[in-house]
């Protein structure tokens, strides 16, 4: 494991490790976590599956090691950055996709810009702005690697400390409320950076592939809903064009804690959605379901893994340690996986801070849970 991804300091001094670090994303894996669940759990060669795949920590650090890795992801911005980490295009054709985007900038009128809610003008120089509309219109980050590579490095910087992003003073891993960010800017006189965005992004696509490219295994990110994309993947499996999988490694939605939809209105906007936040996008995708929704999506998705699992396959689910997404999740493991010793809780001092309490999220928690199953 620290052949190819290093802890602490030296993280970021292998191309495994750079590329690890994509992007920010709300309630993520720290990814030592993440690489040392699948070292310890998942046979070398074997396959990773997570369901609720996020930034794909996960099934990156299987693909990494040589194993196979399979996520799944409803939310547009955790999918992208899964997908383009588990396929990186060439840098000379980032570079050169970041330059016609660049070109394509000068063509998008004032209108366009105008047509915009008052924050962007807030967040962003008018400059900034072209260019983001002209990526925005342009990259097909669904279909082509190059462009979800590009794209998913603009994401990395469309948000942050102002000194370091593409944006007025924010939040990295969250996007705030548009009234509020406006209100707070004005309040502590800030302005929009001043950048030249192809420099500016050419500088952080050169940074990234400074190190080079992981070597990787395969492994794809399906953008969907688990509840439906798991029957795609029991044909898949039983095709035996995907292979069983060794484990099942996931961290499902925490009951009523947040929404990924809204908490990245701003990323989901580069992504085609509305200019403003909303709370109510499709099904899973807000943070303040009913009880018997939330048991179901965790009853029905964990019941179409145990579908494609091998017999001898282990579970680690980390899950919020409150009273009842820990009893609901403990409930419906034990139901989806009889064949299981009952779920064992880990408490796990060694990987603080808490994927909630990174990025920002200083609320005081009862923490997160390791639940893991092992065959009986
Ligand atoms: C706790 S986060 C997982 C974070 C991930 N472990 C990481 O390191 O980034 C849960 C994820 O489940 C996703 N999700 C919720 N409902 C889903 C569904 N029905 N199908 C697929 N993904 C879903 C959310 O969008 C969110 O990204």
Redesign the pocket.
Known sequence: MTQVFQVGKNRLSTPVGRWASVGP?Y???PISFAFAMVDEHCPPGGAVLD?????G??IYAAVSTGRYGCG????EV?WLYSHAKLNPAPEVEVLQRNQEISHKSRGIRKSHINELPEFFRHCYTPTVLRYLLAARDNLNWKSSSVDATLMAIILVYLHGAKEKSLSNQMRQGKAMAPDYSITWWREHHLTPPNRQPMHFMAQRIRWRYAKGIPNLHDGSAYLG???QKLDDLRTEVEANRVPRFDLLFT???YYNITS?HYDQWLRLWMLGHEPRPSKTGGE?QNGFWSQTDYRS?LETVFSKCALVLKPEARIVVRTDAREFTLRVTKEVLAKAFPDKHPPVDEARPLFKPSQTSLYGDKSKKPGEIDLILLPR
């Open positions: 994303y309630a993520m894996f369901p609720f795949v996020g930034r920590s996960s799944i992801e409803i939310n955790g809903d688990s509840t961290s499902p939605p990924y899973w999506l």
